[in-house]
């Protein structure tokens, strides 16, 4: 979806969000060096859920806005992708009003998450380019633009490993590149938000602040 409307999450959510990251993280140190690829496997996991309850809040639940390009939206899943979801599946189609949210889920998680090339990022990395990548499409082409690789193709490449390994080999690097990521986002929301759009600028500010403020990026 281009640009679909959002709302903001509370403070209590963050902080909700928060506690449940550190008992995550008290479960994973608990498993054994031996099991390092299902480690791997798990803090993913846990990461994508993490992310998810993040969007779900923001994007909320039904939603027909006149001036939202996305039409009508359930979950921040808009009418057309949930089409397609179906038809890939041999599933009929039905209104996104009926989509369920381990459907949501299925759509967020391949789609956003895994093809967007979010997956494959550090914790702080990968929730603020998958908020993105649901947002405006531009997660992973952010990233690149923020790294200043070339070409920017919306994917990840050796040439954007490279640059990443870079960055995060430095103390403090990944802060900066994640505050220089923001920039660009909330650049990007105050050239889109004019004429039409305008209603949603301060949502989609909204949003960016309070991510920043979840990821501790200033």
């Known amino acids: 979806m281009m640009i679909p409307r959002s709302s ?3 403070d209590k959510l963050l902080l909700e969000l928060k506690t449940e990251l550190q008992e995550e993280k008290a479960q994973i140190s608990k498993m054994g060096g031996d099991i390092s690829t299902l480690k791997k496997q798990y803090q993913n996991e846990a990461v994508f ?3 998810l309850k993040l969007v779900l809040a923001f994007e909320g639940g039904l939603s027909n806005d006149a001036a939202d390009t996305g039409g009508l939206t359930n979950f921040g899943i808009t009418h057309t992708e949930y089409d397609e979801y179906r038809k890939h599946r041999g599933q009929g189609r039905r209104s996104v009003a009926n989509i369920s949210l381990t459907e949501a889920n299925d759509i967020y998680r391949t789609k956003y998450w895994i093809q967007s090339g979010c997956s494959t990022l550090r ?3 990968a ?3 998958f908020d993105w990548q649901v947002n405006s499409n531009r997660g992973y082409s952010t990233l ?3 790294l200043d690789v070339h070409p920017i193709t919306g994917h990840p ?3 954007t490993d490279n640059e990443l390994v870079l960055w995060e080999s430095k103390p403090k690097h990944e802060d900066m590149l994640l505050t220089k990521y923001f920039d660009i986002r909330e650049d990007d929301y105050q050239r889109w938000g004019v004429g039409s759009q305008r209603v949603f600028l301060q949502g989609w500010m909204n949003r960016s602040k309070a991510l920043r403020k979840y990821l501790d990026v200033v």
């Open 127 to 129: 929730i603020a380019c």
């Open 8 to 10: 903001v999450g509370t």
């Open 144 to 146: 690149q633009q923020a």
């Open 49 to 51: 859920r993490e992310g």
């Open 123 to 125: 914790r702080r990395l």
């Open 157 to 159: 490449n050796h040439q």
